[in-house]
């Protein structure tokens, strides 16, 4: 046992992929600098690597994910804000425009898991839906208010807080170590 929560194995996959989506694919500002989204080529290469997926990513399905991040990202932003009835309501936006379809799977030597990608459904629209209902199974669970947004100075990239005691505040132990060393320089001071 780890001592972090599980919502289980594929949910907690695509779970962290939603925030990695959010993080490559939204503009704004990470461990003190500002971050531009990638461009062009080295967009696709990004958004392969946060999805973990494998196959070709040409400028349209980037675009669609970069339109897709920046709605997966009002739903970090509201639930670390502990505004999870508009979290929620954020979800079902999604959830209604995209609508997923469950159906088991198992490929890449993995076991059978639910997918959500519907038949009609393009590789970005899939992508969407997925990460649409691993944060709708977060929100509707008891661990609704681990999704959150890193609190450190000048950075807004999203995190997903599966300790065991549920207090995580940054993205990354880079972003916690400079807000540590930062206080550590105004007591000094």
Not at 17 to 33: I, K, Y
Not at 87 to 113: C, F, I, K, M, Q
Not at 184 to 189: D, E, G, L, S, Y
Request: charged share 25%.
């Amino acid at each position: 046992m780890t001592g972090q929560v599980n919502f289980n194995s594929h949910t907690d996959a695509v779970v962290a992929v939603s925030a990695e989506l959010v993080n490559t694919a939204t503009p704004g500002s990470r461990r003190g600098r500002p971050y531009p989204i990638p461009e062009d080529g080295e967009l696709a290469k990004a958004l392969t690597a946060a999805l973990r997926a494998r196959g070709h990513m040409d400028a349209t399905k980037a675009r669609k994910l970069v339109a897709a991040a920046g709605r997966l990202r009002v739903v970090f932003e509201q639930a670390g804000h502990g505004d999870i009835d508009a979290a929620a309501g954020s979800v079902n936006a999604l959830l209604d425009e995209l609508r997923p379809t469950p159906y088991l799977e198992r490929h890449d030597g993995e076991p059978w898991h639910l997918h959500y990608h519907g038949p009609e459904q393009d590789f970005a629209d899939g992508w969407a839906a997925s990460c649409a209902i691993a944060l709708a199974t977060v929100l509707g669970g008891e661990h609704a208010d681990r999704l959150g947004v890193c609190s450190a100075p000048e950075c807004d990239r999203v995190f997903v807080d599966v300790s065991r005691n549920g207090t995580r505040r940054f993205c990354s132990t880079a972003c916690q170590n400079r807000v540590k060393a930062a206080a550590h320089r105004a007591r000094q001071a």
